[in-house]
């Protein structure tokens, strides 16, 4: 089996991008808390949701690229 | 330390917990004359007690009584040799007849245990307390309303105790579950339910067929008014304290011998309702072919319900969510639901998941399976009030009078389960 090789710059990417989506998923929180006027404290309680949303974006996040991904290949073959 | 001695104490630690500065303790005032209080001021008297019916009951509280330090069982009464016989076995000092009127004339009994068949209680509850007897007689106090009437004037013209076998009365949850009713936590009153169901044929083993009736008494209308005076007479009291004292107006009512097609002549399956001048309804349902619910008391209120069999108290609004959990359900029903088929209407309204919120510590919950009495359900802490009542010769308070309202509309929701029609109920006490 051949060994794969995962360059630095890609693993920072991903980090990065991980760090985006746990961003994003904070955002959401806060906007959900003022606009449902829940406690402000829910920032830290409902971290585990916010994990969740995380995951969901980062997931939601590797699709994209990889449909763009598809979507070049066959335009490259064409 | 004893067993009951252990019981007692934690009912009035959990008593006086419950009823410190408690705007409810006044719709229970029987609750005031059962004291540790009371408890030192009797301390090395006894009761010298008589019970008159060794069946079942009368042995269970017979038990509970031989480990209370209060009493004294000086004579035991049953005209059914074999009851009398495992009687005796528990209390050999007691002295023993086959005719009450015997007892009743025994100078070394204070007070008498009453738990005969009910078509008995009345002429046996009058005598008793003609003969200077303290007296206790098992619930429902009779068997019929004008017998009801008689023995509460009998008892009205005397200066003895009159006790009945409701030991709701003394389930210090009850008195929680009332103070949160009266300050409103649940809102406005709107409907009571109260519901008790088993799957046992309701007999008791008979030694010959001859002996059928006496011992299967609770089963002939002869001697029995059903499920409504053997059951239902427990939880009627709710609606009363629930409702303030105010009493029900009406009663209708349905039942049939459903499942257990034996030769018993009352219903094995009872539906009763009651109304209150108000409106609000008060249900008792009972089958005996189905025990999935146990049984059930619950005080429904426009913003909340108690659930008095387990002392828990649920809120009408729906159970707190997060800002994130109620975005990612409207992100999800607005994924999930179709608005062409899915409106409010059409959607089920199942119960709810609310666990609720306990409101007494160490509840102490009864499926009501027990066909002669539960442990913790206030039994033993009757008898002990009882004990205390015949040693000070002080009447507990309203206690007849929530034992004749509970009577008289177990009664009438009988009549009107047989008789299927509407029955009004008379207003005000008969003394």
């Keep these: 089996m051949k060994d794969l090789t995962i360059p630095a710059s890609r693993v920072r990417t991903e980090l990065w991008s991980l760090a985006v989506c746990f961003g994003i998923a904070v955002l959401i929180n806060l906007g959900s808390i003022i606009y449902y006027h829940t406690p402000f404290y829910e920032i830290f309680t409902q971290i585990g949701y916010t994990v969740v949303v995380t995951v969901i974006l980062y997931v939601a996040w590797i699709l994209l690229r990889l449909l763009v991904l598809l979507i070049r290949k066959a335009f490259r073959k064409a | ?284 349902e009972s089958i005996i072919s189905n025990k999935h619910f146990g049984m059930g008391e619950q005080i429904l209120g426009s913003q909340g319900t108690i659930d008095l069999v387990r002392g828990v108290m649920y809120s009408e609004e729906s159970i707190p969510r997060s800002g994130l959990e109620q975005l990612l359900r409207q992100i999800e029903q607005g994924i999930l639901s179709n608005s062409a088929f899915a409106g409010t209407s059409w959607a089920t309204e199942t119960a709810s998941n609310d666990k609720g919120l306990r409101f007494v510590d160490h509840v102490v919950v009864n499926d009501g399976a027990s066909t002669v009495g539960a442990t913790g359900d206030g039994s033993v802490e009757l008898m002990h009030a009882f004990c205390q009542a015949v040693i000070t010769g002080a009447q507990p308070e309203k206690i007849v009078e929530e034992a004749y309202w509970s009577t008289l509309l177990s009664l009438l929701g009988d009549r009107a389960t047989r008789e299927k029609t509407m029955l009004e109920i008379p207003g005000g006490l008969p003394w």
């Design chain 2, 1 to 284: 330390m004893s067993m009951d001695k252990m019981t007692r104490k934690d009912f009035f630690a959990s008593l006086g917990s419950i009823v410190a500065g408690s705007t409810a303790l006044a719709a229970f005032p029987w609750l005031t004359a059962c004291t540790p209080e009371q408890d030192r001021l009797i301390k090395g008297e006894t009761a010298r007690l008589g019970i008159i019916g060794t069946g079942s009951r009368g042995r269970f509280h017979l038990a509970n009584l031989l480990l209370d330090s209060s009493a004294k069982i000086t004579a035991l009464c049953d005209d059914f040799p074999p009851h009398l016989e495992e009687a005796a076995a528990l209390a050999p000092e007691a002295r023993c007849y086959s005719d009450y009127r015997k007892l009743l004339e025994d100078p070394e009994v204070d007070g008498v245990i009453i738990c005969t068949p009910l078509n008995l209680h009345a002429r046996m509850t009058i005598d008793a307390i003609v003969a200077g007897k303290h007296t206790f007689v098992e619930k429902a106090m009779a068997y019929t309303p004008e017998e009801l009437t008689e023995m509460c004037l009998a008892w009205r013209r005397s200066d003895r105790v009159l006790m009945v076998g409701q030991q709701r009365l003394y389930d210090p949850k009850y008195v929680k579950a009332m103070e949160l009713v009266h300050g409103g936590a649940i809102g406005e009153v709107v409907g009571i339910r109260n519901y008790w169901y088993r799957n046992n044929d309701w007999r008791r083993e008979v030694p010959a067929p001859e002996h059928e009736r006496r011992i299967n008494w609770r089963l002939y209308s002869a001697s029995s008014r059903g499920l409504m005076t053997e059951l239902a007479c427990h939880q009627l009291a709710n609606g009363g304290w629930a409702m303030g004292g105010i009493q029900p107006v009406s009663v209708c009512g349905n039942g049939s011998i459903l499942f257990w097609k034996d030769g018993r002549e009352v219903f094995d399956n009872v539906a009763a309702i009651f109304q209150y001048p108000n409106g609000v309804n008060m249900t008792f």
